[in-house]
């Protein structure tokens, strides 16, 4: 089996000889890590795309806004994604983006992860009928792990997720209260033995 730090080394060096600059080659060699770690089939997706890289002349996009379509020529989705996560701080307020007509959609998957992690915020993610829950660039729910290729998706829809918890205040009381029986009070004596106690101050 290769390791994860044999797939990230050997995706950028492939990722530089096929023209892209060190930088954007460093980036795609972290993400098909990422992939791979999650158990997506990264290196399978990011193979057939460099099939069809030079072929195809895929659409690239500097300034990404809440709404997102190529007609004819589907999107990078290597271009697609750093402008993305460079631009991720700004696109937040938007909270929901639409990208139409992207290529390879699993290889932008990762950078949407890495911009959960900058932004602070989980990203429910959805390719055509695929979703995924992106949490914090740690985990990635999804209701479709298949190791397949998607060649193209018709409609990549992303919401930024506001940080609500779990449970409610009232739970969470209760639960405090319980901890507080680990609590141990405070007496004279604690103070004496206590961090700091007994130093003797010879200025």
């Known amino acids: ?16 000889a096929m023209g892209f600059s060190w930088g954007i080659a460093e980036e795609i060699g972290k993400n098909i890590r990422l992939l791979e770690l999650f158990g997506l089939p990264g290196v399978k997706n990011l193979n057939q795309y460099f099939k069809d ?30 402008n993305f996560i460079d631009q991720c701080t700004i696109l937040e307020e938007s909270i929901d ?16 992860s890495r911009a959960s992690e900058i932004v602070g915020k989980r990203i429910f993610l959805k390719i055509d009928e695929k979703e995924y829950l992106l949490n914090f660039n740690l985990s ?51 103070k004496q033995t206590g961090a700091g106690a007994g130093l003797t101050d010879n200025d």
């Open 1 to 16: 089996m290769r390791t994860l730090s044999e797939i990230d080394t050997t995706v950028k060096r492939a990722s530089k």
């Open 53 to 82: 890289y030079k072929r195809k002349q895929f659409q690239k996009i500097s300034l990404i806004s809440k709404l997102n379509e190529s007609i004819k020529i589907p999107y990078c989705p290597i271009i697609f994604g750093t």
């Open 97 to 112: 983006i639409e990208i139409k007509n992207i290529a390879y959609p699993l290889l932008f998957l990762p950078f949407a």
């Open 140 to 190: 990635i729910l999804s209701n479709h792990l298949n190791s397949i290729i998607n060649e193209n998706a018709k409609l990549i829809s992303l919401k930024f997720l506001d940080n609500n918890n779990s449970f409610t205040d009232n739970e969470w009381q209760e639960i405090y209260k319980l901890s507080e029986d680990t609590f141990v009070e405070e007496t004279d004596s604690l």
